[in-house]
């Protein structure tokens, strides 16, 4: 398996690890069993209108459908497993699709009057998805 640099694999699925697993899949999970407790702790933007409440609800049902695979992945990168370069496709693509989505999804927020996401918090989550997905796709590629 041809590296980009030394140990690439493994910062790779420490990222997907914190980046996807804990903060989509584990955050997204506790979104839908305790609202109340995801916006306490930051899962979840404080004073959101009904109807940006119900697509974000949408959104934590499919990441929490998908996202344990984010953890199997990281593991396996950690690892060096094939089979975790195989995986590290999936965080690797919907990370990067995140990352576009919190972006152009926030920006319309805005446009609408509803500033949820304070800007140092929007480009740090966008750019941490993007980075974290790149990276994964890059490791997979170059792993398979």
Same mark, same amino acid.
């Given at each position: ?6 140990y ?17 899949w ?5 979104c ?11 899962f ?15 959104i934590?049902? @499919? ?8 953890? #199997?992945? %990281? =593991?396996?990168? &950690? +690892?060096?497993?094939?089979? *975790? ?35 140092? @918090?929007?480009?740090i ?5 993007? #980075?974290? %997905? =790149?990276?994964? &796709? +890059?490791?997979?590629?170059? *792993?398979?």
């Amino acid at each position: 398996m041809n590296q980009i640099f030394p140990y690439a694999n493994i910062i790779a699925g420490v990222l997907v690890l914190i980046v996807g697993f804990i903060f989509h899949w584990v955050g997204q999970l506790i979104c839908l069993i305790n609202w109340e407790l995801a916006t306490k702790i930051g899962f979840a933007e404080k004073g959101m209108i009904p109807e940006y409440r119900v697509y974000e609800e949408a959104i934590a049902v @499919a990441d929490v459908l998908i996202g344990w695979i984010y953890g #199997i992945a %990281g =593991i396996g990168l &950690i +690892l060096g497993t094939t089979w *975790g370069f195989k995986l590290a496709w999936f965080p690797g693509v919907i990370l990067v699709y995140h990352s576009l989505s919190v972006w152009f999804w926030t920006n319309n927020q805005r446009k609408a009057g509803h500033r949820l996401m304070s800007d140092s @918090a929007r480009i740090i989550w966008s750019l941490a998805n993007f #980075i974290t %997905g =790149i990276l994964a &796709i +890059l490791i997979a590629w170059h *792993g398979a």
